[in-house]
């Protein structure tokens, strides 16, 4: 019984951390377009202001939505989360890298590259930034 518990709610994480990736990412590229394209912004000010909105929304969303992690103070959390993030980019660039130099189509291997970073950030968020 327990270890139904337990996959349900692993369940109910990975479906929430769906939803928020979607709208993080949706949002950052509202922003950047906004930005971009309705007020002519630099190209690099206006995806540094969609990725900066982005990570707001999945900080704030995961830390409490996701994983409920609200015996978790947000000024500390928030370095453990920029670390999960940075760390599961740089494997990210590496596996798509590694990929592409064994013959991967760089497509397939961006695809594979999103899969190892959301995992990672998944489990990174799960087990250490927001762990309870």
Known sequence: MEQAIRSSG?????FRYIVI???NTAVGLAVI?????GLGVNLILANAAGY???LAISFCGNKTWTFGARSTSALGAVPAFLAVVSFSFLINIAAINGLMAVG?????????????????????????????
Do not use: M
Request: no cysteine; charged share 10%; net charge positive.
């Open 33 to 37: 377009l906004g930005l971009r394209l």
């Open 10 to 14: 692993v369940k109910t994480e990975v």
């Open 52 to 54: 900066a909105v982005g």
């Open 21 to 23: 990736g979607g709208i």
């Open 104 to 132: 991967i189509p760089y497509i397939a291997a961006q695809i594979a590259g999103v899969a190892v970073y959301s995992g990672l950030v998944f489990f990174g968020l799960k087990y250490y930034a927001f762990k309870s």
